[in-house]
DNA sequence: ATGGATCCACCTATGGATCCCT
DNA sequence: AGGGATCCATAGGTGGATCCAT
């Protein structure tokens, strides 16, 4: 039942419209899945059922999800005012050593190049399965948008490049933050330390704000 | 039913003779384990059944099995006619970049400082349920022996750093001897070529020549 | 509403080794 | 019998994100 992945951006575009307005429920019973009874323990489900659903297929790798077509797949969580109810998860931060890397080569630049946003209707007074999809739109970063993305990248990456790790904090980055991403508090990454020592530290990711993919929202509204 | 981590290199030596004479079924019984039908469907089978009847630790870790004690296990497989059946591993070769390591800091020394030996019959002759194991025996390599390994080790590394894996074969080493460790063949692990470019080759690990054990076991015969 | 903490799926790498062709 | 190829278990890391105390 799995959708075949696309061979071209509008092939993906026109399935992603088949989405909107359907409930995650009728979703799930085209793809023979079933709705989770709790989120808290299925938080990554209904991104992998909009995967699924469109044939993504970089699963678990640090790229696109449709790596022929440089296309992102995020769903965005909307709330009753029509708002994203949380940030957006994007990459890992790479604390390791031998961090050569430029705004040109990262990452966060890859997976931001092109994104096909998914609304999905979030609140907690609607049941999980009743949650209907909004209007998917491609994206790309316009001037101004990557301008700022890359000086928060920069400047939150040159703390990681100088080994001041500590002080990463989610204060830092207009559009961007970082942010723990682990099971636990109590897990533990590699990192180079200021003098350039080894030490451990907890793994981080980079997340767009909501006040940012809110404005995206807005762009995009009908 | 698994028995606790020794706390004195006495206990798990006293422990570890307890097996002299079982056979796997008996063990295996006591542990409320089950024998596999077909060892080639669980090749770590008889190892992973003594380190829980020995209560080791550092499952899955570049570390001794008993880490407080820097103790490794090592089970050997013994042929109709009392010498090894095949080498025996010891660890991953380190392929990838920012190999300064030196043979005191290496994983290699690390692991065969001092190594409990199981010897266990393996004639495919005997069903893998009926084979017995063998009187265990502690060992640390003598300043010969260490000499050679260390050897061994320095002129394979040289190779590794010299970015020359290719010339890893596995005719090299007294000792020691480089293999392919991996799933399958197809699998890729990051190196660095000899022009300090980046590159992919198959995963490596370092064993023990069965010339060398089994003159461990002879050493320790009664 | 912010941001530190957490939760499942899935894949990969390594530890445990033996298989099996030539 | 030497050495290239392979097989299972399990831990760890990352992708998918949301939870929840303050």
Redesign the pocket.
Known sequence: MRRKAPKTESELIQNAFTLTGKSLQQIALELEQRVPAE??????W???L??FYLGAT?????EP?FQNLGI????I?INERGNP?????V??VPLDSNIDSSWQTS?LRLKLKRVLWVP?E?S?KIELGQRRIGRPFLWSPTTEQETVLRNDWQELMDLVKMGEISKL???LGTHL?V????????????TTTESGEYSQT??R?FYLR??FTSSLLASHAN
Request: a positive charge.
């Open positions: 989120q808290k323990k299925a938080k990554g209904v991104g992998e909009i995967e970089a699963s678990s790798l640090p999800d992102e797949l995020k769903t969580p109810r949380e940030s957006t998860y990459c890992m990452v999905v979030a907690t904090n989610s204060g933050q942010r723990p991403k682990a099971a636990n508090a109590s897990v533990l990454t590699a907890l793994p990711g909501p006040r």
